[in-house]
């Protein structure tokens, strides 16, 4: 059995009501002490100066006001002597019944200011604790269906405010995430799927009967493109988990003006065929960070430019102090579709399933080294009639 009580309104019940009672014991102490301490002296003042010592008779009883004489008379030898004794036992009398008096009521006031300090202690610890009441029942009635309550505490600032809002901004946060995984478990599955229903499709009619050798030659090429595109889109999500994780293993410094060198010559071929023209200014820029990474990120923005873009078009590729920009030509992006490009298999347009297209997957795997190297991704779109987007990556 434990010794204390159970409950945070119990134990902020004792700790007030404790501190309230203590508080009121000092204060009647002090009290009586100071009334203890002047108080013979105020009786035997009052006393002498309402029956003088000389009037009094020890052996006879106490003279009334209207008995005390109007004029000197002659006092007897030894009567004033018996007459401060006699006031003085008045005094001590009259003092020893006034501080019972005080105490009796002083200990009934007190025993009263603790049952009223309880009761106020156990009101005023229901209503601190209140908005935590509030906050346990939200958080044990939320599930994946219903992340989009808030606590919406209303009250001044305080830490109690701070800690629901706090609390309403991580519930935001769950809801973003928990939707864009539901999102991306939906688009993944939709995007396997069309592939596995294509080589289907390729063996049981594009074989079926007896296919002459042009005709199996022609499905294998089939297959193994779209084999090469459910790669591609394992290694993006594969590539993207990763990312997600953050940076496990070492991190040294990159020169991500060289890694941009490097990414626009390994995909010159491809804008070449494209008709796609790429410049480069790469100013000095070194990050900690993943090489590997890095080298994705930047080749992903560059891949992204060249095949999102029209013939004759232009990507241009900085880096320097202000980050990586990459802009590039092509259709006009509307300013509400950008921020929807940095999720996973989104597209400005429908897949086609062409050659080249790519998975949907460039942007949201740029959004993700980027949150791993705590640097940001940005998108806007450029104006007609040159149309395109441009993306900024910038490092803290």
């Known amino acids: 059995m434990t010794l204390f009580p159970s ?3 119990a134990r902020l019940t004792a ?3 404790g501190l309230l009672v203590l508080a009121g014991a000092l204060l009647t102490g002090v009290v009586y002490l100071l009334v203890r301490q ?4 105020s009786i035997s003042t009052a006393v002498t100066t309402a029956v003088p010592a000389s009037t009094l008779d020890p052996s006879g009883p106490l003279p009334t006001r209207s008995a005390v004489p109007a004029s000197p008379m002659p006092v007897p030898p030894g009567a004033v002597a018996r007459g401060y004794a006699v006031t003085r036992q008045l005094s001590d009398a009259a003092e020893d019944a006034a501080l019972s008096r005080l105490l009796t009521v002083s200990l009934l006031v007190l025993a009263l200011y603790a049952v009223v300090s309880v009761a106020v202690a156990w009101w005023m610890a229901g209503r601190v604790l209140r908005p935590v009441a509030v906050i346990t029942k939200t958080a044990r009635r ?3 269906e219903n992340l989009h309550e808030r606590i919406g505490l209303a009250g001044p600032p305080g830490e109690l405010k701070r800690l ?3 609390f ?8 973003q995430l928990v939707g864009a995984q539901q999102r991306f478990a939906a688009n993944a599955a939709h995007e396997l799927r ?6 289907r499709a390729a063996a049981e009619i594009g074989l079926a009967g007896e296919p002459d050798r042009e005709r199996v030659a022609r499905i294998r090429t089939k297959l193994i493109g779209v084999a090469d595109d459910s790669e591609r889109i394992i290694d993006g999500l594969l590539l993207l988990a990763a990312s997600d994780q953050g940076l496990s293993g070492d991190v040294a410094p990159v020169a991500v003006h060289e890694v941009a060198r490097a990414a626009v010559d390994a995909l010159a071929g491809e804008a070449a065929e494209r008709g796609v023209t790429v410049s480069v200014r790469a100013e000095p820029l070194t990050v900690a960070g993943d090489a590997v990474l890095l080298d994705r990120l930047v080749h992903n923005l560059v891949a992204n430019g060249i095949r999102h873009n029209r013939a004759g078009g232009h990507v241009s590729l900085r880096t320097g102090p202000e980050g990586i920009v990459v802009s590039n030509t ?11 490009l940095f999720e996973p298999f989104r597209r400005l347009t429908e897949r086609r399933h062409a050659p080249g297209e790519g998975a949907g997957l460039g942007l949201s795997i740029v959004a993700s080294i980027a949150r791993a190297h705590g640097a940001s991704a940005t998108a806007t779109a450029n104006r007609a009639p040159e149309g395109g987007l441009t993306v900024r990556v910038a490092f803290r």
Do not use: K
Request: net charge negative; no cysteine.
């Open 15 to 17: 700790l007030y009501g």
């Open 194 to 199: 069309t592939p596995v229903a294509v080589q």
């Open 38 to 41: 002047g108080l013979h002296t």
């Open 168 to 175: 309403d901004g991580m519930l935001e946060r769950m809801e």
């Open 330 to 340: 092509g259709p006009v992006v509307p300013e509400d579709t950008v921020p929807l």
């Open 142 to 144: 939320l599930s994946g």
């Open 7 to 9: 409950s945070e309104r």
């Open 164 to 166: 629901a809002d706090t």
